[in-house]
C-alpha cells in the first residue's frame, strides 16, 4: 500500500527544535548516512565542517541563491481592525499573493494600510488572498517589513536572524524562509570545497509561506501543493550536464534546490533552463532524474519535505535516521543540524 500521511508522524522532544543557530555556521552537526558494507545503513556523527572529505573532485553542489525578504508587516483594515501580512508570493512590481491574519477576513474589493501604503483585496483563493500595493512592494517592505522566521521560532527576530538566517551566497530577493540546508556554509568551507575540487552551481527557487501548511488529507495524492517560482540558467544547465556526462554527482543543497532541479528535468534527466513555477510533490515512489546526493535539515513530522527525502532514501531508512539523530540530541528545524543523504536515490536502505 502507498504511505500516508500518518506514517510520517514522529516524536520530538520540544527541547531539540533550535532556537538559535549554531555558534558558527560550518560548527553545526552533521549525521552522514550511507550504506554499509552489510547493506545497511550507517550512521556517522560528524561536523558539517568535514563535508569536504565526504565528497568527492569532480561532484557538483547545486545551491539555491534566493534571498529571503522582510516579508512580515502589519497594518490596519479601514474599519480600524489590525490585520498581519505574510507574503506568500511576489507576482509584480506591487501585486502579491499573501497570508493574512485579522479578527474577520477581508472582502474583495475592501482596503487594508501599511504604513502609508494602501492594498486593495483583489480576491481570495483558500488561505491566501492576492493584493494590489499603490507602490511597489520591494522598497515598502524593506522599509516596514520584519523578517518572517518560522512559527516554531518563538523569539522575536533581532540583529543575530538578519545576519544568519540567511545563506552567504543569497543574491536574489524573494523568499520567505530560508533555504537552510545552505545556512551551514561560510566562506572558508565553500573555499574548503572549491580546493578539493568540488565544483558549484546556483538555481533559483523563491520559498513561499506554503512550505509551513500542514497535509491535512491522510490520502496524499489528494494533498494540494503550494506553487513557487524557479528559475536555472544555462550555466547552472551546463555544468549539471557536465558533470553528469564526466561521471560526477549531482549534489542538492537542500529541498528547494532538488526540487527545482528535478520540475526542470525530462525523463533523460536532462535540464531545461529558464523561468518556470513548480507545485512538485514528491513522495515515495518518485524516480529522481537529476540528482545523486542530498544536503538537507531534519524536518517537521507529517511535512512535504519529510514526505521528500523519504522518497530520496527510504521510509524505514529515514524512520531509523531520525530515530538516532534524536536519542544523538542533533537540533532539528531550520536553525537545526543537517544530514547528508549520501545514497542512491530512490532505493531503500534498510
Known sequence: MPPTLSDFDFELPPALIAQRPAASRSASRLLHLRRGTDGRPQLDDRVFGELP????????????DSRVIPARMHGHKSSGGRVELLVERILGP???VVQLRASKPPQPGSTLRFGEAVATVLGRDGGFWTLRFDRPLGPL??????LPLPPYIEHEPDAADRLRYQTVYAREPGSVAAPTAGLHFDEALLAALA???VKRAFVTLHVGAGTFAPVRTENLAEHRMHVERCRIDEAAARAIADTRTAGGRVIAVGTTALRTLESAADESGAITPGVRDTDIFITPGYRFRVVDRLLTNFHLPRSTLLMLVAAFAGLDTIRYAYAHAIAQGYRFFSYGDAMLLDVEPGTTVC
Open 141 to 146: 517592505l524593506e522599509a516596514i517589513g520584519r
Open 195 to 197: 580546493e578539493a575540487g
Open 94 to 96: 506591487a501585486e502579491a
Open 53 to 64: 572529505s565526504l565528497l568527492r573532485a569532480g561532484d557538483l553542489l547545486v545551491f539555491n
